[in-house]
C-alpha cells in the first residue's frame, strides 16, 4: 500500500506522530511505514527518479555553492560539510557528497527535538533554524556543528534539512575542536544542546555573540554557520520549487518509497555478496595520558581497550554488528554516544556496499547495532567527554570493514576487499598567530593519510580518509595563512603502509617551521600509540602504530639559510634516519604522548606524521619488481625490501634468484621458530592463571567481565578456569 493509504500520515499530522508510525513499522525489521508496493516507482519510474535526481541535485549544489563562501579551510579545502533532506520523522532521504558520517548524527538530533516536543516549546515554524554540538542529543564530538531549518508546506511542517561541518575551534580548555587532556566534558568548549539559534531565515544577533566570545577565532565559526544556513535554506526553497510542480501528495509517497527502496536495495546487496552467518574480530584502542603534559586530575592514567566485534548475516540480508564485551567507558575524551556510531555504520556503509541505488536512511534499517550501556561504545553518562570519539570509532568501523571484506572474499568478490580505514593523528594548534592575534584551529591536511590494502591492488597512496572519502590534504598556502608555520616540506612517509602481497597505501609527514609567533602550541589527537588497530588481513601486516611528532627548538636553521647550506624537508630520508636531526642544531625533543613538552617559539621545527592501513596477504608473496619500484619511488626502504619481504636488490632491480632463496630462508626460518598451538596455549594459559598481565591489560580485562557475562564465561571457558575465577587485582 502506499504511505498516504494510511489516514495516520497526512499532511498536518505531527512531527511525533509521524516518528511513532515510523518506528512501529521498522521496530521488527518491517518495511518502512509499511510500504509493501514501491507505487510511485511502478506507477511512473521516470517521473520517480526525476524527482530523485533534483532533489539530490538541490543537496549536492547547496554544498558546493555554501563551500565557496566558507571562511574555513577545513569545509573549503577538506570539504569537512554535508547537507541532507530528511522525512517529517528525521529520516534522511537524499544527501550530498562529504562527510556522510553525520547523515544520521543529525536524525538524531532530529528526533531527539521531536520527542522533547520541539513543536509545543520553542516552537518549529517556517524560517526557525536550530543548532546542536552536543554528542548525546545527536553528534560524534563538539567540533561537529549542525544547523537544522524545517520545510513547511501549506502552514504545515513536512520535512527538514541538516547540514554539518567541522568547526577549527570551540573554545575548550585546549585550542582546536578536539580536547584531550580531560576526563569530562566540562573544559570541552561551546555547547549548542539542541537551541532555536535562529528565526525568520537568519541568526539571532545574541547566538552570534556568544560565538563571538567563546571560541578563539569567531569568523570560522560564524561564518561557517552562515554557510551551512544558506546551504539549507537553498535547499529548502528548491524543495518547495519541486513540490510545487509535483504535488505534496506525490512529494510525501516517493520520498518514503526512496528510503524503503534504499532498505531492500541494502539486504538483496547483502544477500547476493556476504556468505550468511558469524563473523568475528577484535581491535585495540589505548588511552595514554599517564604522565601526559597538562592532563587533569583523574584523566591521567593509561587505558587500553580491546574493541570486539561479532558481525551475524543472516539469510534476509540484515547485517547485527555486536559489541558485546567492549569495556566501561573512561576518564577521557574518547567516548563514543550511539549517535557517533550510528554514524560510524553509516559512511562505512556507504563506502563499502552503497555502490548502486538510492543512499539515505533505508540502509541504517537494514542494520543493527547492539551497543552495551555505559560501555566505551554507548556512553550514558552525559558529564562524560566525547572530544576525541573519532580515536574508537575508526578502529572500531575499519575492524567491521575487515569482517566484511571477509564475507566478500567467501562469496569471490575480490574487487570488494578493501581495507579503508586508517586511524590516523589530527594535529591542532594554538596560541599566538602570525598576525598577533589568539589563533586555535585543527589541520585538515591528514584528510591526505594512507588507506588499507584491496585483495587485488595495493592501498592508496596519500589520498584517502575513510571518514571522509573525498577530502585532500588543501593547499600549503592555505595553510600557512591560518597557522604560524611555514612548510619546509610534505613527503610520502616511507615504510607506513602495512605490508603484504598488496601493501597498505603510504601515508606523508610535514615539516613546519614556526613563523613569526613565539606563544604556538601544537598537539597530535585521537590515535593509539601503543597498539595496532589497523591490522592486515590474510597474513597482511598491520600498519604502524603512530608516529607522534619531533621538535627542534632553538635551531640553527637561519644559519643555514643564510649560509646556503640544506636545511630538512622531510622526517625520515631512508626509513632509518630522521633527517631533522641529520642536519639540524639544537634541542631535540620525539614526543610520543599527545603535546610536546612546551610552546614553541619563532624558528623552531616541528613535525608531524600521519596514518595509514593495514596489507593483504603475506609479504613473502609480493611481486619483487613491484618492491623494487616501491625502493625506488621512495615507498619502502631498502631495509624493508630485504628484512620484511625478502628481496634482494641489485641497483633499482630486484635480483630473482637471491631474492628466492632469501624467501627460502625466511620461510624455513618461520617454521623453525614456530610453537606448536597446543604449547602455545598452554603457556599463555599460565600467564592467565597467574594474572600475568601489564596494568592496563589487567584494567582492559576486568572491564569487559564486568560489563559482559557472556564474554567472562568465554573467557573463563576458553582458558580452561573455574566459573569463580577473577583477575588478581
Keep these: 500500500m502506499s504511505i498516504l493509504d494510511s489516514t495516520r500520515f497526512v499532511v498536518g499530522t505531527t512531527a511525533k506522530e509521524a516518528l511513532e508510525l515510523s518506528e512501529q513499522t521498522t521496530a521488527h525489521g518491517g518495511p518502512y511505514y509499511g510500504i509493501d508496493t514501491l507505487s510511485a516507482r511502478e506507477?511512473?519510474?521516470?517521473?520517480?527518479?526525476?524527482?530523485?535526481?533534483?532533489?539530490?541535485?538541490?543537496?549536492?549544489?547547496?554544498?558546493?555553492?555554501?563551500?565557496?563562501?566558507?571562511?574555513?579551510?577545513?569545509?573549503?579545502?577538506q570539504g569537512e560539510f554535508v547537507?541532507?533532506?530528511?522525512?517529517?520523522?528525521?529520516?534522511?532521504?537524499?544527501?550530498?557528497?562529504?562527510?556522510?558520517?553525520?547523515?544520521?548524527?543529525?536524525?538524531?538530533?532530529?528526533?531527539?527535538?521531536?520527542?522533547?516536543?520541539?513543536?509545543?516549546?520553542?516552537?518549529?515554524?517556517?524560517?526557525?533554524?536550530?543548532?546542536?554540538?552536543?554528542?548525546?542529543?545527536?553528534?560524534?564530538?563538539?567540533?561537529?556543528?549542525?544547523?537544522?531549518?524545517?520545510?513547511?508546506?501549506?502552514?504545515?511542517?513536512?520535512?527538514?534539512?541538516?547540514?554539518?561541518?567541522?568547526?577549527?575551534?570551540?573554545?575548550?580548555?585546549?585550542?582546536?575542536?578536539?580536547?584531550?587532556?580531560?576526563?569530562?566534558r566540562y573544559g570541552e568548549g561551546m555547547f549548542v544542546t539542541g537551541e532555536k539559534i535562529g528565526s525568520n531565515d537568519d541568526l539571532h544577533r545574541d547566538y552570534l555573540i556568544r560565538c563571538e566570545r567563546n571560541v578563539r577565532v569567531p569568523i570560522y565559526w560564524i561564518l561557517d554557520e552562515k554557510a551551512k544556513v544558506s546551504a539549507c535554506l537553498d535547499v529548502r526553497d528548491k524543495v518547495l520549487e519541486i513540490i510545487g510542480k509535483v504535488g505534496i501528495d506525490y512529494y510525501l509517497t516517493a520520498t518514503h518509497e526512496?528510503?524503503?527502496?534504499?532498505?531492500?536495495?541494502?539486504?538483496?546487496?547483502?544477500?547476493?555478496?556476504?556468505?550468511?552467518?558469524?563473523?568475528?574480530?577484535?581491535?585495540?584502542?589505548s588511552s595514554l595520558y599517564e604522565g601526559a603534559v597538562g592532563v587533569q586530575r583523574g584523566a591521567a592514567v593509561d587505558l587500553l581497550y580491546a574493541i570486539p566485534l561479532e558481525m551475524t548475516v543472516d539469510e534476509t540480508g540484515k547485517i547485527c554488528l555486536d559489541?558485546?564485551?567492549?569495556?566501561?567507558?573512561?576518564?577521557?575524551?574518547?567516548?563514543?554516544?550511539?549517535?557517533?556510531?550510528?554514524?560510524?555504520?553509516?559512511?562505512?556503509?556507504?563506502?563499502?556496499?552503497?555502490?548502486?541505488?538510492?543512499?539515505?536512511?533505508?540502509?541504517?534499517?537494514?542494520?543493527?547495532l547492539v551497543l552495551p550501556e555505559s560501555s566505551l561504545v554507548n556512553v550514558v553518562d552525559e558529564t562524560s567527554a566525547t572530544s576525541t570519539s573519532w580515536g574508537v570509532l575508526i578502529p572500531a568501523f575499519s575492524l567491521f570493514q575487515r569482517l566484511l571484506s571477509r564475507g566478500f572474499f567467501a562469496r569471490g568478490f575480490l574487487e570488494e576487499v578493501f581495507l579503508g580505514g586508517s586511524a590516523t593523528p589530527f594535529m591542532e594548534g594554538g596560541g599566538i598567530s602570525q598576525y598577533g592575534s589568539q589563533f586555535g584551529a585543527g589541520h585538515f591536511e591528514c584528510a591526505s593519510c594512507g588507506s588499507g590494502a584491496r585483495a587485488l591492488l595495493d592501498g592508496i597512496d596519500v589520498g584517502y580518509a575513510g571518514w571522509n572519502p573525498e577530502g585532500d590534504m588543501g593547499a600549503a598556502e592555505v595553510w600557512e595563512m591560518e597557522f604560524p608555520l611555514l612548510y619546509l616540506g610534505r613527503r610520502t612517509f616511507i615504510d607506513s603502509g602495512g605490508a603484504g602481497r598488496f601493501r597498505g597505501g603510504v601515508t606523508f609527514a610535514s615539516i613546519w617551521k614556526v613563523h613569526n609567533s613565539n606563544d604556538v602550541t601544537l598537539s597530535s589527537k585521537e590515535h593509539s600509540g601503543r597498539v595496532f588497530d589497523q591490522a592486515g588481513i590474510f597474513g597482511g601486516y598491520p600498519a604502524p602504530t603512530a608516529h607522534r611528532h619531533v621538535a627542534v627548538r632553538r635551531t640553527d636553521l637561519d644559519q643555514r639559510v643564510a649560509?646556503?647550506?640544506?636545511?630538512?624537508?622531510?622526517?625520515?630520508?631512508?626509513?632509518?634516519?630522521?633527517?631533522?636531526?641529520?642536519?639540524?642544531?639544537?634541542?631535540?625533543?620525539?614526543?610520543?604522548?599527545?603535546?610536546?613538552?612546551?610552546?614553541?617559539?619563532?624558528?623552531?621545527?616541528?613535525?608531524?606524521?600521519?596514518?595509514?592501513?593495514?596489507?593483504?596477504?603475506?609479504?613473502?608473496?609480493?611481486?619483487?619488481?613491484?618492491?623494487?619500484?616501491?625502493?625506488?619511488?621512495?615507498?619502502?626502504?631498502a631495509r624493508?625490501?630485504?628484512?620484511?619481504?625478502?628481496?634482494?636488490?641489485?641497483?633499482?632491480?630486484?635480483?630473482?634468484?637471491?631474492?628466492?632463496?632469501?624467501?627460502?630462508?625466511?620461510?624455513?626460518?618461520?617454521?623453525?621458530?614456530?610453537?606448536?598451538?597446543?604449547?602455545?596455549?598452554?603457556?599463555?594459559?599460565?600467564?592467565?592463571?597467574?594474572?600475568?598481565?601489564?596494568?592496563?591489560?589487567?584494567?582492559?580485562?576486568?572491564?569487559?567481565?564486568?560489563?559482559?557475562?557472556?564474554?567472562?564465561?568465554?573467557?573463563?571457558?576458553?582458558?580452561?578456569?573455574?566459573?569463580?575465577?577473577?583477575?588478581?587485582?
Aim: proline residues 5%.
Design 43 to 77: 506507477a511512473d519510474p521516470l517521473r520517480y527518479e526525476s524527482l530523485h535526481t533534483q532533489l539530490r541535485s538541490a543537496v549536492v549544489a547547496a554544498r558546493e555553492t555554501a563551500r565557496r563562501i566558507s571562511a574555513s579551510p577545513a569545509i573549503r579545502e
Design 83 to 184: 547537507v541532507a533532506l530528511y522525512t517529517l520523522a528525521g529520516d534522511a532521504i537524499v544527501l550530498s557528497t562529504g562527510i556522510m558520517v553525520h547523515v544520521e548524527t543529525v536524525s538524531r538530533f532530529i528526533k531527539w527535538m521531536i520527542r522533547n516536543d520541539y513543536e509545543a516549546s520553542p516552537g518549529v515554524n517556517a524560517g526557525d533554524i536550530f543548532g546542536n554540538n552536543d554528542s548525546f542529543i545527536g553528534d560524534v564530538q563538539p567540533a561537529d556543528m549542525m544547523d537544522v531549518v524545517p520545510v513547511h508546506w501549506g502552514g504545515h511542517l513536512i520535512g527538514w534539512i541538516g547540514a554539518v561541518s567541522h568547526v577549527l575551534d570551540v573554545g575548550g580548555v585546549e585550542p582546536g575542536g578536539e580536547v584531550a587532556i580531560i576526563g569530562d
Design 258 to 285: 526512496f528510503i524503503e527502496e534504499n532498505r531492500r536495495g541494502q539486504l538483496a546487496r547483502v544477500r547476493s555478496m556476504l556468505v550468511p552467518g558469524h563473523y568475528r574480530g577484535v581491535t585495540h584502542y
Design 323 to 368: 559489541f558485546d564485551g567492549m569495556a566501561e567507558s573512561g576518564p577521557h575524551t574518547s567516548n563514543c554516544t550511539v549517535a557517533a556510531m550510528d554514524g560510524g555504520l553509516f559512511i562505512t556503509l556507504t563506502q563499502m556496499m552503497g555502490f548502486d541505488g538510492k543512499v539515505n536512511h533505508g540502509a541504517k534499517l537494514a542494520t543493527e
Design 563 to 637: 649560509n646556503n647550506e640544506p636545511i630538512p624537508h622531510s622526517m625520515s630520508s631512508d626509513g632509518e634516519h630522521i633527517d631533522v636531526l641529520q642536519l639540524l642544531k639544537g634541542e631535540v625533543e620525539v614526543a610520543e604522548g599527545q603535546y610536546a613538552s612546551a610552546p614553541f617559539s619563532e624558528g623552531d621545527i616541528y613535525t608531524h606524521a600521519y596514518g595509514s592501513g593495514g596489507g593483504y596477504g603475506d609479504p613473502l608473496d609480493r611481486d619483487p619488481e613491484r618492491v623494487a619500484a616501491d625502493v625506488s619511488n621512495g615507498m619502502v626502504s
Design 640 to 729: 624493508a625490501a630485504r628484512q620484511t619481504y625478502g628481496v634482494v636488490l641489485t641497483g633499482d632491480r630486484a635480483n630473482p634468484e637471491a631474492t628466492e632463496e632469501l624467501r627460502d630462508s625466511m620461510r624455513r626460518a618461520r617454521l623453525a621458530d614456530a610453537v606448536p598451538t597446543q604449547d602455545w596455549l598452554a603457556s599463555e594459559r599460565a600467564r592467565v592463571l597467574a594474572s600475568d598481565f601489564a596494568a592496563p591489560v589487567k584494567t582492559m580485562y576486568r572491564s569487559s567481565m564486568t560489563m559482559s557475562p557472556a564474554f567472562a564465561a568465554e573467557f573463563r571457558w576458553f582458558w580452561g578456569l573455574d566459573e569463580t575465577w577473577e583477575i588478581a587485582r
